[in-house]
């Protein structure tokens, strides 16, 4: 079995962050990928300091190739699918078949998007999008609906009229309050109460939205929350402890990611609640430099963390 002071598991912007600080650490590590990034719907990515308008396929060959130059890293193409941890350390064992142990543990597995319709589906990351920051200036002027799908929504067709006109859609589920009524109000948000059960236009187009009723609303894009849930179970099988988030449960971590398990760290949108490239990738860095400090205090004290 190889062994490595730290692996990874999630090779896009969180883990490769994290990646990054264990490499310039000289630190011996693994970076496992499916090649399944929840971002690979998105043509390109936005907001994200210095990659602004970049594909994030390109941004992630971009880290691996820097990564590439750093001789302590390893990378392998696999789905790491069962774990167990002991006073030895953590075992992997990965879809190819292999085995690996490591000291330290990063999770950096994202997520798995569920959304509400069918016809979102093909729809996902074009004109069916989840964060205005991320997206919201790409499709601005247009004409923009937001489905609710989760507590809060609402709050999101609060700040959408910044990008265009826009209708809030209620489900029947997700009443907006009496305060948040107001704020839709005062921003000319319209309120929709019959549910949208389908999406029309060609291909990824939206050109309406048909309601339980009947009717057809003109909207050229959607704005939903999906639910979500954690891609790998990992985490699970650890036995972290997750927290419920607005749209489904997440990995809990502390202030330097840190999971309840120790020498597990977490990082990205599997282990937060709010999913940004920037705050990913933060979240990466944090999760690199503190699995690192948590190597160099246990060879300095002689004593380590057992998962």
Known sequence: MDRYDVVVVGGSFAGLSAAMQLARARRRLLLVDAGSPRNRFAKTSHGFLGQDGVQPAEIMRQGLTQLSRYPSVDFVHAHASDVSGDDAGIALRLSDGAEVGARKLILATGVVDELPLETMMPRWGVSVLHCPYCHGYEVRDR?????????????????????????????????????????????GVEIERTPVVELLGEGTAIRALRLADGREV?????????????????AEQLGCAFTEGPTGSYIQVDQLQQTSVAGVFAAGDAASAMYNATLASAAGVMAGVAAHRALVMEEATGSRDRP
């Open 143 to 187: 004409r923009m609906a937001v489905i609710a799908n989760a507590p809060g929504t609402a709050h999101q067709a609060v700040i959408l009229p910044d990008w265009g006109p826009t209708t809030y859609f209620s489900q029947g589920m997700f009443e907006p309050s009496k305060e948040e009524a107001a704020l839709l109000t005062t921003r």
């Open 218 to 234: 003109p909207a050229e894009v959607v704005f939903t929350a999906p639910k979500t849930r954690v891609s790998s179970s990992l």
